[in-house]
């Protein structure tokens, strides 16, 4: 009828919320401004006769709900259903009987739960959902305490600098830390990161500014802003009535297994190919690595078989697994099964995205830095020198460190540990088993094989078994063929590290690898091609200006100044020091730790150094 009934005004990034009891017979419609002052209007949802309210109220003990349901109702709305739902599984279910009365409360305790996304639904007598409300749980347990500081700052050119990592918890963590140039691009001050992202907009719909302010800051007031993102973002992991139905969500997008080879036999006549065809090959990565593969061929020449990793490219010989059919008439096309991505990008594509620009500064800044590395990247091919003649001097490598570095990685090299070159051993050719291998060979090691079947101890306790660095059991150990074995090492208790052991050490068994591997099965006469594997793992480098070097003269426009993301601390390492040089052109440092422990809890540092 055009009467105001109230007023409202949003409270935080355009997000409020007001509350109004309606009439049935009455229409209402919001009147609103934008920032720019423009109205709109925007009509509610029509009134319900009949229906249920649910109305939740959160406490550091619980959240308390209130079930109301209208004053007129059907049967099946008198008995109901309160379910809350957490991580995709179901915490509380109650029952709440409105037969005698139109409202009831109760509280789910949540002062135990881990953080995160709450979905509370209220289900009808038929278990049809009548109300819903996402809540979230805040109990501020997923982060562990760390620090990164600079020992020594110096903003100069080239200057070096010197700071350390520290945690201050003992759990093994996995830490990534970058120092890059402050000025070249503009960062929110709570922008989205590992914390923000797997707790909250990880699993919202829609944009959300500063997702990281809502866990940043420990003010009631972030808790009350952080309401209302669940107030109005639409969130909703289960369709009721459909599960209820018996209709499972489809998968649009599926797992990933890894590379895959995926191809077409051609030639021939196709749609004719016998049953049970098959090709067999070997994949050869570019460390000399072989893998043997068995491919199925369909009825119209199609091949397929995932699962793989390699890395750059790697080569395929291949052929009919019945030898009397030749590649002379046929060949083979196959794909990675990878994405490939844009070829290009339209700058009318990038108008419809509507992507904002940066500061005006910071684009020209950005523009001019491109333009001086095209330069700097010519410069540097014209400073390439033959060298003269360098005499390089150094202790000699015995076998054991050679085989130490070419196989093991992490936590699993170096170390307090006993190493067996078996590939050198004119004794592991000999021997039936791993096992039987290292009988008598560790002291305090007691290794049993009665029946056949080994048993291990070590202080009172068994040990772990990794093959090739991941954790394997007993019985495929034990079946390794001995002439497939390259190397052995044994982790006392007390030398295991960051490895999930139960006190009785760690054995660590590493099969060959191609070049250590006798090449009896010679590819000789199979048909090959080339197939690309994932990108290669880049190493970061950045330049020692304690050293002479040519390309010290060319001007140093590093935007990224240190990078890391492999720091793993634990226990018996609590700190990790690092140092950099500044470049030519930067004068203030980014600093960002970020990273996971082995509970699940999450660390964020951002420090600006000027």
């Known amino acids: 009828q055009g009467t105001k009934l109230l007023d409202f005004v949003s409270t935080h990034n355009g997000m409020g919320s007001f509350e109004l009891v309606p009439s049935k017979d009455e229409n209402y419609t919001a009147t609103w401004k934008d920032a720019m002052g423009k109205e709109y209007s925007t009509p509610l949802p029509a009134v319900q006769e009949e229906g249920v309210t649910l109305r939740i109220k959160g406490s550091d003990a619980g959240q308390t709900f209130t079930v109301t349901r209208s004053a007129t109702a059907d049967e099946a709305s008198k008995t109901l259903r309160i379910v809350a739902v957490m991580n995709q599984r179901m915490l509380y279910s109650a029952k709440a009987n409105l037969t005698d009365v139109v409202a009831k409360s109760g509280m789910l305790p949540t002062a135990e739960l881990p953080s995160g996304i709450m979905q509370i639904t209220v289900l009808d007598a038929n278990l049809k959902p009548l109300a819903e409300r996402v809540v979230f749980i805040n109990n501020r347990e997923y982060e562990f305490d760390a620090d990164v500081y600079l020992g020594v700052k110096n903003l100069e050119k080239r200057g070096l600098n010197k700071g350390e990592v520290i945690i201050a918890d003992t759990m093994l963590s996995n830490l990534s830390l970058s120092v890059t140039d402050a000025d070249l691009n503009a960062v929110p001050q709570y922008e989205d990161n590992i914390v923000s992202r797997f707790l909250l907009t990880g699993d919202l719909r829609g944009k959300i500014v500063n997702p990281y302010y809502y866990f940043f800051s420990t003010s009631d007031s972030a808790n009350i802003h952080l309401n209302l993102v669940m107030l109005t973002h639409g969130w909703r992991r289960y369709n009721w009535p459909e599960l209820l139905a018996g209709k499972l969500p489809l998968r649009t997008k599926k797992e990933s297994n890894f590379l895959s080879i995926e191809g077409q036999l051609l030639g021939g006549e196709q749609g004719k190919i016998p049953p049970g065809t098959m090709l067999t090959g070997i994949i050869q990565a570019k460390d000399s690595t072989r893998t043997f593969i068995s491919l199925p061929v369909d009825r119209f020449g199609r091949v397929k078989s995932d699962g793989m990793i390699f890395y750059d490219y790697a080569k395929l010989f291949f052929q009919f697994a019945d030898t009397k059919r030749k590649f002379e008439t046929s060949s083979l096309n196959v794909d990675n099964g990878l994405y490939k ?171 060959k690898k191609g070049g250590d591997v006798t090449d009896n099965s010679d590819a000789k006469g199979l048909s090959s091609l080339q197939i690309t594997g994932y990108t290669d793992l880049k190493e970061f480098s950045s330049p020692d200006y304690a050293t002479a070097a040519p390309t010290h003269d060319l001007p140093d426009l590093r935007t990224t100044l240190f990078w890391n993301p492999f720091i793993f601390l634990d226990k018996a390492s609590r700190r990790y020091k690092f140092q950099f040089y500044n470049s030519d052109a930067t004068k203030r440092f980014r600093l960002v730790l970020e990273g996971i422990n082995i509970e699940g809890k999450f660390v964020h540092i951002e420090k600006l150094i000027q």
């Open 341 to 511: 991505g844009m070829k290009s990008i339209s700058f009318s594509a990038i108008d419809k995205m509507r992507i904002g620009g940066p500061d005006s500064t910071i684009w020209a800044r950005n523009l001019k830095q491109a333009s001086d590395e095209v330069k700097i990247a010519i410069q540097r091919n014209r400073k390439t020198q033959t060298l003269q003649e360098v005499i390089v001097k150094g202790k000699v490598k015995t076998e054991a460190q050679k085989m130490d570095e070419r196989y093991t990685s992490g936590l699993f090299s170096g170390g307090d540990a006993r190493s067996f070159d078996v590939a050198n051993d004119p004794f592991g050719a000999t021997s039936f088993s791993v096992f039987q291998y290292l009988q008598g060979k560790v002291a305090g090691l007691q290794i049993s094989m009665a029946g056949g079947q080994p048993s291990l101890s070590w202080r009172g306790s068994s040990p772990v078994f990794y093959l090739n660095e991941m954790q394997s059991d007993v019985s495929l150990i034990q079946n390794i063929n001995m002439s497939e074995v390259a190397y052995i090492k044994v982790f006392g208790p007390g030398a295991a590290g960051g490895m999930q052991t139960q006190g009785g050490g760690a054995i660590a068994v590493y099969t």
